[in-house]
């Protein structure tokens, strides 16, 4: 990894992409910064220190700008959301199926549709938040004129910080290195982690018990362990045989040689995790426009199970993230497309039969390598739950699930950077 970033910085084509990237995730670092008028900053760290689901989800997704209710604090979520929505709806609506079949034309049109679907959740999200605020007492202005100027200008800077993720991430995914909203999370998340971990460490410290002092080696030893499994769990690969029949086109031999078909077990990434989150954080959303149910009541209870401790949020977090799996791989790998282009390139699997038998070979063997990757997606994101609900240290409940982010964000930048370097040390004709 190292030795690849060394590579590519002496290449000035690459190293001008990287250094453009950072120039883009330091930009949306600053504006994390930059506070929305009308608000009382005390109130809001607060409100987020004391709560759970969706706001620690949208916290930990920003970078920690969400509790400080600044400019770009809807991070990428709304963007997030309107990417499930989209995906969700190209199944149900026939013209979108078609769009998504028409190649690089089709998908420019669904990444424009997706924006504009961005800019109503940034406007829901927008007052959403601002609902949330107005309910935990941090607004400088509640009656009058004054509230209601303040509100339209809450929402605006909300909105237009949403909006303008969405652009900063375009210009990486144009002129830099990587997936621009998946290097925004991980500049976020990065960022954020230091602080986080230290506040437990400090909160452990701070007990005074031997029983939490001791938690804290156990904790590092833990998330190193974690990483290790995360990288091993993303380079594994099941590789499918194929052999290509010879041809005689004039006076040459083509085709005979052997190769494989890579298929990657962690193939759906962090996606999974990430719709899931979204799923999950819907019950704490609707509590944002109705406020906390009263204590002893059914939908207090409801709203309880919701929260990041509680078994019944890691079981059903868990499920979610198994079914999203099947559904992301059943969208990005379609095994009888796969076979027809072996078929028509003169390929086959050693003792299948070309068609539909190659098909059917190839759904059973993703169906067992998607079943191990969601498994590891699923024991990776509620490990640091369960471990959380033994110790009590609840801070540590959204670490897996921002590792296996950064760890997959950071592998997958490296083979990018690989990928370039190999195209650009490709030796010519008179070499």
Known sequence: MFETLKNAWKVKDIRNKIL???????????????????LIPEQIAAMIENSSGILSTLNMMSGGTFS???????????????QIIIQLLTFAIPALERLAKEGETGRAKLDKITKYTTLGISLFQSWAYYLTLKNAGALQFTSGAAKALSEVVIIACFTAGGMLVIWLGSLIDKNGIGNGISMLLFGGIIANLPASFGATFRTLAETGQIGYIILIPIIVVIFILMIAFIIFMD????????????????RKMYGGQSTYLPIKIAMAGVLPIIFAMSFMSIPQTIEMFTGEPAPGTFWYGFMQAFSYTHPVYATLYFILIILFSYFYVSMQYNPVEIANNLRQNNGAVPGIRPGKPTSDYITRILSKLVLMGALFLGVVAIFPIIFAQITGVGSIALGGTSILIVVSVALETVRQLESQLMLRHHKGFLE
């Open 235 to 250: 380079n594994a690969e099941r590789r499918i045989p194929i052999q290509y029949a010879k041809r005689v086109v004039g």
């Open 68 to 82: 400080k209710a600044t400019l770009l604090c809807l991070s990428i979520s709304p963007y997030i959301n309107a």
């Open 20 to 38: 453009f990237t950072l120039f883009i995730v330091i930009i949306y670092r600053l504006g994390g910064y930059i506070p929305v008028p009308f």
